[in-house]
Nanobody, 115 residues
């Protein structure tokens, strides 16, 4: 059973930084394409950033230049470094693992940006 556990969310002031982590267990992490998504109240879940098995990355326009996704295959973990946080970044952030047609989600971690 593949499990994803996110951590690192919290309350931060505008302009601050947070680093989210997602630990994957139950399978071979390096086989998966990984992604971070977020869902704000009343809105649909949206892609934030992706990183492929080979390290190729992709970002939503709204976070380019502020967020960085990375992975450590030795630690079965994907990270999302979030800098220059804005009020609009407030959301529940979810980790996603995908391999062919198999898709797994974490339970989410709340990020609140507020002064």
């Amino acid at each position: 059973q593949v499990q994803l556990v996110e951590s690192g969310g919290g309350l931060v002031q505008p302009g601050g930084s947070l680093r989210l982590s997602c630990l994957v267990s139950g399978s071979i992490f390096s086989f998966y394409d990984m992604g971070w998504y977020r869902q704000a109240p009343g809105k649909e879940r949206e892609l934030v950033a992706q990183i492929g098995r080979g390290g190729t990355t992709n970002y939503a326009d709204s976070v380019k230049g502020r967020f960085t996704i990375s992975r450590d295959n030795a630690k079965n973990t994907v990270y999302l470094q979030m800098n220059s946080l804005e009020l609009e970044d407030t959301a529940v952030y979810y980790c996603k693992a995908k391999r062919v047609i198999a898709v797994y989600w974490g339970q989410g971690t709340q990020v609140t940006v507020s002064s």
